[in-house]
C-alpha cells in the first residue's frame, strides 16, 4: 500500500507492506537518496538485534555507503547530549549536505534521528523506516524532537522525512505489550475521524494483536491516512491538528504520575480516551461513544480502568501543570460521536476531577 502525506513541496509517500526492507535501496534511489554521499543509519539496541544487519547490507549491496550507530532503547535516548554524540558521528562519517539520515526503529528514534536531520548542517535528508505500531503516529506530520529533564520534546524542530518505508515483517518482533500500546494511537485516529474504520478496529482487534499481516497493513494505512489528512490541514498546530490530543490531557498526566515504566503511552491515553469519552456524555453525547470506546480499546488489549494505586490529586496538579487552564476550566477534545470530536475550552476543572475518580470504577 502506499499514501501521501500532501504537504506541497515537502509532500512525501509512505509504503506499507511486507519484506519491502529487502527492496530498500529501489525506494532509496526512486526518491533521490544519493550513493555518492554517506548514509548514517540510526536505530537502537533492540531493533538492531533483530532487523539492522540484513537492512545495512542491503543497502551496502546496492552501493549506498553506510555507517549505523545504536542507541540504548528507550526514551531516555531522546537527549541533547545523544544528540551531540550523533553528530560527532556524522562528522566523523563524512556527511554532507547530501547525505541521508535513516532512522530504523520507533518513535523514539524516529524523533532523535529526524532532529539529527533536521539540525546537522541546517537540515538534511531524512528517511523514516518505522519499526513499531505506533510510529505510524510519530512518522506523519514531521515533528522531531528530543526531551529536556524539565519536559518532553521541548527542544525540537519539524522536519518532513523523503519517504517512509514501513515494512510489516519488523513489527514481528514486537513485544504484545508494545503492540498494544500502538494500537491505542490506531484506534484513536478511527475514533477521531472515522467510525467505520473505529468499528473495523473492534471487529478485527484480533487479528491485529496476532500481527495479522493483512489487517496490520489495513490498520496501518487508515491511521497513517487520518492523522495526514489532519496535518495536511494544519501542518503547524493552529487548530484542527489539536484533535489528535484526544485522550492526551489525561494520558500525559497519568504517565508523569505514574512509575517509571509502569504506563507505556498508549496504555495511558487508553485511559485518557475513555475519560473523555465520559466527558462527552456529559456534554449529551450518545451513550455509545463510551460503550464503542471502552470496547474498542478493552479488545486490542488495552487498559481502560485506573488502577486504584494512583492519586487523584496528583493527577489532577499533573493536568493543570501541563497547560491549558484557566478560571477553573480546561481545554479538552470532547467525543460528540463515534469518530468525531470538538474540542470544548471551557470544561470545569470539577467534572475532569469527577472522571478521574470514576475512571477507578470502570469495568
Ligand atoms: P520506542 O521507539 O521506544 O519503541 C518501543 C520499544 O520497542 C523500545 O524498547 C524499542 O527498542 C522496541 N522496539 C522497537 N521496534 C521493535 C521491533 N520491531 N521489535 C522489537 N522491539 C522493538 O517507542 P514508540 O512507542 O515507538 O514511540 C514512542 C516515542 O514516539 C515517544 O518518544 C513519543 O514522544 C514519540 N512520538 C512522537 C510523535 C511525533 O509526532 N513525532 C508522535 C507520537 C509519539
Ligand atoms: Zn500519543
Redesign the pocket.
Known amino acids: 500500500r502506499e499514501l501521501t502525506v500532501d504537504l506541497g513541496e515537502r509532500s512525501y509517500p509512505i509504503y506499507i507492506g511486507e519484506g519491502l526492507l529487502k527492496e530498500a535501496s529501489t525506494y532509496f534511489i526512486k526518491h533521490g537518496i544519493s550513493k555518492k554521499s554517506p548514509l548514517l543509519i540510526i536505530t537502537?539496541?533492540?531493533?538492531a538485534e533483530?532487523?539492522l544487519e540484513s537492512f545495512e547490507s542491503e543497502l551496502a549491496e546496492a552501493g549506498f555507503q553506510t555507517a549505523s550507530v545504536i542507541v540504548p532503547?528507550?526514551?531516555s535516548s531522546?537527549s541533547l547530549s545523544m544528540l551531540e554524540s550523533l553528530v560527532t558521528k556524522a562528522l566523523e562519517c563524512g556527511l554532507d549536505r547530501k547525505s541521508a539520515i535513516v532512522a530504523l526503529?520507533?518513535?523514539?528514534?524516529?524523533?532523535l534521528a529526524g532532529f539529527v536531520a533536521a539540525s546537522y548542517m541546517r537540515g538534511i535528508k531524512f528517511v523514516q523506516v518505522p519499526?513499531?505500531i505506533?510510529?505510524h503516529?510519530?512518522s506523519v506530520?514531521g515533528?522531531?524532537?528530543v526531551n529536556h529533564p524539565l519536559a518532553?520534546?521541548i527542544i525540537g524542530a519539524f522536519h518532513q522525512p523523503e519517504l517512509v518505508l514501513y515494512d510489516l515483517n519488523?513489527?514481528q518482533?514486537?513485544?504484545p505489550r508494545?503492540v498494544s500500546?500502538?494500537l491505542s494511537e490506531v484506534v484513536k485516529h478511527g475514533l477521531i475521524w472515522d467510525a467505520e474504520f473505529a468499528a473495523w478496529c473492534e471487529e478485527n482487534a484480533e487479528k491485529l494483536l496476532a500481527l495479522d499481516a493483512e489487517a496490520l497493513g489495513y490498520a496501518l494505512y487508515k491511521g497513517c491516512s487520518v492523522k495526514a489528512a489532519v496535518v495536511s490541514k494544519d501542518e503547524r498546530e493552529n487548530d484542527l491538528r489539536a484533535i489528535l490530543n484526544l485522550g492526551h490531557t489525561i494520558g500525559h498526566a497519568l504517565e508523569a504520575v505514574a512509575g517509571y515504566g509502569e504506563l507505556l503511552?498508549g496504555e495511558a491515553i487508553s485511559i485518557g480516551m475513555v475519560g473523555s469519552a465520559r466527558l462527552g456524555l456529559r456534554y449529551g453525547a450518545p451513550e455509545d461513544v463510551y460503550t464503542v470506546t471502552k470496547r474498542v480499546l478493552a479488545k486490542s488489549g488495552l487498559p481502560v480502568r485506573l488502577p486504584d494505586h494512583f492519586d487523584v490529586d496528583k493527577i489532577m496538579d499533573a493536568m493543570m501543570h501541563d497547560k491549558k487552564f484557566s478560571e477553573g476550566t480546561m481545554v479538552f477534545v470532547v467525543p460528540t460521536e463515534i469518530g468525531k470530536v470538538e474540542i470544548k475550552s471551557d470544561v470545569p476543572v470539577q467534572w475532569v476531577r469527577e472522571i478521574v475518580e470514576q475512571l477507578k470504577l470502570e469495568v
Not at 44 to 47: A, F, I, L, N
Open positions: 537502537d539496541s533492540r531493533v533483530y532487523h532503547s528507550g526514551e531522546k526503529g520507533g518513535g523514539v528514534v524516529g524523533d519499526t513499531t505506533l510510529a503516529d510519530s506530520g515533528k522531531v524532537a518532553k520534546n519488523t513489527l518482533t514486537l513485544p508494545e500500546a500502538g503511552h
